[in-house]
């Protein structure tokens, strides 16, 4: 069933069940939904299967994201399946209903269609090998919170150091006090995105909802000498808080190591919470030469293996798109 404006007690019922699944996430979540359902050029798609007495048994929840103008949104339109399927006992038979329906809906509608898968194991491999989607192995960090002693000890000795010293010059962190702060939270983001990640960044907007929406998760920023120069968003689910969107002005601010602090800051707050884990949402896959996969590995994490999954619905839009992060950026 394609839930096209679920109903406040559909939502719930599926947190509900996305609390209680083993590989349940945030980017399964009613909150996750919310906040694409009113951002432009986001279209999310929530897919379900439901048993005799209306149990859920299975969901999908996927976005199908565009940038902004004509030619701009022709050629990066793609549906992306952050978290994966969710299906009890990972039944194989509502897993290939789920994923099939998906594909029907969005061919017409998206150059790719990607899972970014955030549990361990292949359950489904099968299918998407199938459905002619090609398997990539992801690598990622996660570290298990334990307490705030042990979790720093787990740092690597550069990154102690360097948290020490970055809060010894006079660096503190401080959670969003007015909405300027996240302003120029994202404008440090944006300028990294366009100078070094070159990939399509969520606009504004949706920085700024996720912000009011205090339930959803944390920002944690850098502050030195009243100004921002770096930060962390981070939403949070059931025991986990994942590192969503992070960045920092270390070049600028060589002694103070933004980064490392706005890293740490949500391992603290994990500590101080009660949380299980940190996750770092993805360290690059197998056959890249990832940078910030070092920084990231330097943090006390286990390295783990994810799979994700992409099939091409336009082969030739695809090409062009792929090269295409340097056309979109040229088109005004």
């Known amino acids: 069933m394609h839930l096209h404006n679920p109903t406040i007690e559909q939502l719930k019922q599926l947190d509900e ?14 909150s996750i939904y919310h906040l694409y359902s009113i951002i432009p050029n986001y279209s999310p798609i929530l897919l379900t299967s439901q048993d005799e007495n209306n149990n859920l048994t299975g969901i999908l929840l996927a976005v ?24 009890k006992d990972n039944d194989l038979l509502i897993a290939e209903k789920l994923i099939n329906k998906l594909i029907h809906e969005v061919k017409n ?23 002619n989607f090609k398997e990539i192995e992801y690598y990622n960090f996660v570290v298990p919170i ?21 809060f010894k010059n006079g660096a503190r962190i401080i959670e969003p006090e007015k909405i300027d702060h996240i302003r120029e939270f994202y404008k440090i983001l944006a300028e990294m995105y366009t100078t070094k990640v070159k990939k399509p960044l969520p606009p504004y907007d949706f920085f700024e ?4 929406d205090k339930a959803t998760g944390k920002y944690f920023l850098v502050e030195y000498k009243g100004k921002i120069i770096g930060g962390i968003m981070c939403p949070i689910f059931n025991d986990t808080i994942y590192e969503w969107y992070e960045c920092g002005l270390d070049k600028e601010y060589k ?40 920084f990231k590995s330097k943090f006390g994490g286990e390295q783990i293996t994810y799979k994700r999954y992409i099939k091409i619905n336009n082969k030739f839009l695809y090409s062009i798109g792929k090269a295409g992060l340097k056309v979109l950026s040229l088109i005004k």
């Open 109 to 131: 509608k998206s150059i790719y269609i990607e899972f970014r898968n955030l549990f361990i194991g292949d359950y489904f491999n099968q299918i998407f090998i199938d459905n």
């Open 64 to 87: 199908v994201q565009r940038e902004t103008g004509k030619i701009k949104g022709r050629l990066s339109s793609r549906c992306v399946v952050a978290g994966g399927p969710l299906v």
């Open 255 to 294: 002694d103070v190591y933004p980064s490392v602090l706005a890293t740490w800051a949500a391992i603290e707050y994990a500590a101080n919470n009660e949380l299980k884990y940190f996750d770092f949402m993805g360290a690059g896959s197998a056959d890249e030469d990832y940078g910030v996969r070092e």
């Open 209 to 212: 909802k996720f912000y009011k």
């Open 17 to 30: 069940f996305v609390s209680t699944q083993p590989s349940g996430n945030y980017f399964q979540s009613s």
């Open 146 to 166: 334990v307490n705030l002693e042990e979790n720093k000890k787990k740092l690597s000795a550069s990154k102690r150091r360097q948290i020490n010293k970055g």
